[in-house]
């Protein structure tokens, strides 16, 4: 639904939705809501497919995995669906074996800790990738044209940003300290560049998959890019990260950039030229929107702890969100991180009810 101008500039055309609308800061009759982690583990129906299949399992079959999307955007009924994937599925093209071990996350087989391993790493299978661009284009299949409400569904893809993906090939999992991975970063002048290189040639492959395949919009998560300071942030991150953004936006989508704990770290953020940074629920809306900036939208920040409020603290918090976008276009209602298992669907739906009644005071 989008054109390309020119190379930083994209056109809404008719039809286009008020999701993506207000990626690109046009005025919106109301402010899209969606929810990080939407499909998860907290929804019964989520659970019911878990049963049967592994998480990639579900991941690897268009078929379940564009069910689970469509049913957690329906049930919910937010304004875009975020396609169901994962961060490390592009880990299996390049030649890292990986798994989700219960309770415990993500584990790599073997972690890079050489350069020796990263130039094993491969760049040339990201085709392989391609069951989640399928996913994609049945859930786009499923909601193309205009909902009830006239307006049509946004269709979310998304990759991780290469400093996230690269803490976990090199700690081989979740991690608090991220030792291992800034030794690298800070002690190895060739494999660090190296690493974040393969990772965008992959990530933008995967990207232009995507795409192709229906998504209206790229999240990049760098969920953990909150672990480093401003200046390794700029010196370690931002320029592979500011590559991805701009050689995903050629593709003609809008991109949005999203991390944890980065108060301090949107302006610099803001550099990757995304269209909307995600913002964290630890800094105020307002606090944030004027560090990144005019000229950039902003996403998010109910705490998703918020979810598990009585109903007045709940409400409240909606709205102090709202309130602190002041109706600027540019806002797209979101939590500050995902939805954790236990959460309360009807809260959940209760959210969205009220996005949906707001009206600026
Ligand atoms: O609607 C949705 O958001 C679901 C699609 C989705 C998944 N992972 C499926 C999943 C998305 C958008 C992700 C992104 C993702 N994956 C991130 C970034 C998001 C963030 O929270 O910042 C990260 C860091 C990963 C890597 C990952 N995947 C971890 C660390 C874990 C284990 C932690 C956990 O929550 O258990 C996963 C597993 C995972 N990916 C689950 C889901 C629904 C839960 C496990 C399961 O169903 O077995």
Request: aromatic content about 8%; overall charge negative.
């Given at each position: 639904?989008?054109?390309?101008?020119?190379?930083?500039?994209?056109?809404?055309?008719?039809?286009?939705?008020?999701?993506?609308r207000?990626?690109?800061?046009?005025p919106?009759?109301?402010?899209?809501?969606?929810?990080?982690?939407q499909?998860?583990?907290?929804?019964?129906?989520?659970?019911?497919v878990?049963?049967?299949?592994?998480?990639?399992?579900?991941?690897r079959?268009?078929?379940?995995?564009?069910?689970?999307?469509?049913?957690?955007?329906?049930?919910?009924?937010?304004?875009?669906?975020?396609?169901?994937?994962?961060?490390?599925?592009?880990?299996?093209?390049?030649?890292?074996?990986?798994?989700?071990?219960?309770?415990?996350?993500?584990?790599?087989n073997?972690?890079?800790?050489?350069?020796?391993?990263?130039?094993?790493?491969?760049?040339?299978?990201?085709?392989?990738?391609?069951?989640?661009?399928?996913?994609?284009?049945?859930?786009?299949?499923?909601?193309?044209?205009?909902?009830?409400?006239?307006?049509?569904?946004?269709?979310?893809?998304?990759?991780?940003?290469?400093?996230?993906?690269?803490?976990?090939?090199?700690?081989?999992?979740?991690?608090?300290?991220?030792?291992?991975?800034?030794?690298?970063?800070?002690?190895?002048?060739?494999?660090?560049?190296?690493?974040?290189?393969?990772?965008?040639?992959?990530?933008?492959?995967?990207?232009?998959?995507?795409?192709?395949?229906?998504?209206?919009?790229?999240?990049?998560?760098?969920?953990?890019?909150?672990?480093?300071?401003?200046t390794?942030?700029?010196?370690?991150?931002?320029?592979?990260?500011k590559?991805?953004?701009?050689?995903?936006?050629?593709?003609?989508?809008?991109?949005?950039?999203?991390?944890?704990?980065?108060?301090?770290?949107?302006?610099?953020?803001?550099?990757?030229?995304?269209?909307?940074?995600?913002?964290?629920w630890?800094?105020?809306?307002?606090?944030?929107?004027?560090?990144?900036?005019?000229?950039?939208?902003?996403?998010?920040?109910?705490?998703?702890?918020?979810?598990?409020?009585?109903?007045?603290?709940?409400?409240?918090?909606?709205?102090?969100?709202?309130?602190?976008?002041?109706?600027?276009?540019?806002?797209?209602?979101?939590?500050?991180?995902?939805?954790?298992?236990?959460?309360?669907?009807?809260?959940?739906?209760?959210?969205?009810?009220?996005?949906?009644?707001?009206?600026?005071?």
């Open positions: 639904a989008l054109a390309v101008a020119n190379e930083d500039t994209l056109v809404v055309e008719a039809g286009s939705s008020r999701f993506v207000a990626c690109l800061r046009q919106v009759d109301r402010t899209p809501v969606w929810f990080l982690r499909a998860g583990r907290y929804m019964p129906e989520y659970m019911a878990r049963k049967h299949h592994s998480l990639l399992d579900i991941c079959t268009p078929e379940i995995a564009s069910e689970v999307t469509i049913t957690a955007a329906e049930r919910l009924g937010v304004d875009a669906a975020i396609i169901f994937a994962d961060l490390l599925l592009p880990f299996t093209p390049m030649g890292l074996d990986f798994e989700f071990v219960a309770g415990e996350g993500p584990q790599v073997t972690p890079v800790r050489s350069l020796e391993h990263v130039q094993a790493l491969r760049t040339d299978r990201a085709d392989e990738l391609g069951y989640v661009a399928k996913s994609i284009e049945k859930v786009a299949k499923h909601f193309a044209g205009p909902r009830a409400d006239g307006d049509t569904l946004g269709i979310i893809g998304f990759c991780g940003a290469p400093f996230t993906l690269a803490s976990y090939m090199i700690e081989g999992g979740s991690s608090r300290n991220y030792i291992e991975t800034k030794k690298l970063m800070y002690s190895d002048s060739v494999a660090w560049p190296m690493l974040m290189e393969k990772l965008v040639t992959v990530l933008v492959a995967f990207a232009k998959q995507q795409v192709e395949g229906g998504a209206d919009v790229i999240q990049i998560f760098d969920s953990w890019a909150g672990a480093l300071s401003v390794d942030f700029r010196e370690y991150c931002l320029p592979w990260t590559e991805l953004v701009e050689r995903v936006k050629a593709f003609g989508v809008p991109v949005i950039y999203f991390g944890v704990d980065t108060a301090s770290l949107l302006g610099t953020m803001r550099e990757t030229g995304a269209d909307v940074i995600g913002l964290d630890r800094v105020p809306l307002e606090v944030g929107w004027k560090s990144v900036g005019e000229g950039c939208g902003v996403q998010g920040n109910l705490d998703p702890i918020t979810l598990f409020a009585p109903q007045d603290v709940l409400e409240r918090r909606v709205r102090e969100v709202l309130d602190a976008a002041g109706g600027r276009p540019g806002h797209i209602f979101n939590l500050g991180h995902g939805i954790v298992p236990g959460t309360p669907v009807e809260n959940v739906i209760r959210v969205v009810e009220l996005v949906k009644e707001y009206k600026q005071r």
